[in-house]
């Protein structure tokens, strides 16, 4: 089995900074995707940023390009979203997802963290 687990979301305000983490642990196998999405009450699941395994391979919602970068540490099984400049619409729970296939949809992620709360005040 393959555990996740999200740290770092919070409250600030807008125009401040968070950095999310999300350690990877278990049989997580061969190399996988690590993809970061978000969500509202009531609402889809929603895209953020996704990287594969290399970090050759990184993509962005229009919504937070510019803003938030995406990162990884292979030693330490660990993604990292940076998000800068947040603004009040980025508030959300926000969770990491793993997949074997490098994809931008969350229909693809087969594991999935419990979620970490991101607040931005206006």
């Known amino acids: 089995q393959v555990q996740l687990v999200e740290s770092g979301g919070g409250l600030v305000q807008a125009g401040g900074s968070l950095r999310l983490s999300c350690a990877a642990s278990?049989?997580?196998?061969?190399?996988?995707?690590i993809g970061w999405f978000r969500q509202n009450p009531g609402k889809e699941r929603e895209f953020v940023a996704t990287?594969?395994?290399?970090?050759?391979?990184?993509a962005y919602a229009n919504s937070v390009k510019g803003r938030f970068t995406i990162s990884r540490d292979n030693a330490k099984n660990t993604v990292y979203l940076q998000m800068n400049s947040l603004k009040p619409e980025d508030t959300a729970v926000y969770y990491c997802?793993?997949?074997?296939?490098?994809?931008?949809?969350?229909?693809?992620?087969?594991?999935w963290g419990q979620g970490t709360q991101v607040t931005v005040s206006s």
């Open positions: 997802g793993l997949s074997y296939a490098y994809s931008t949809s969350h229909y693809v992620y087969t594991y």
């Open positions: 278990g049989r997580t196998f061969s190399s996988y995707t």
């Open positions: 990287i594969s395994w290399s970090s050759d391979n990184t």
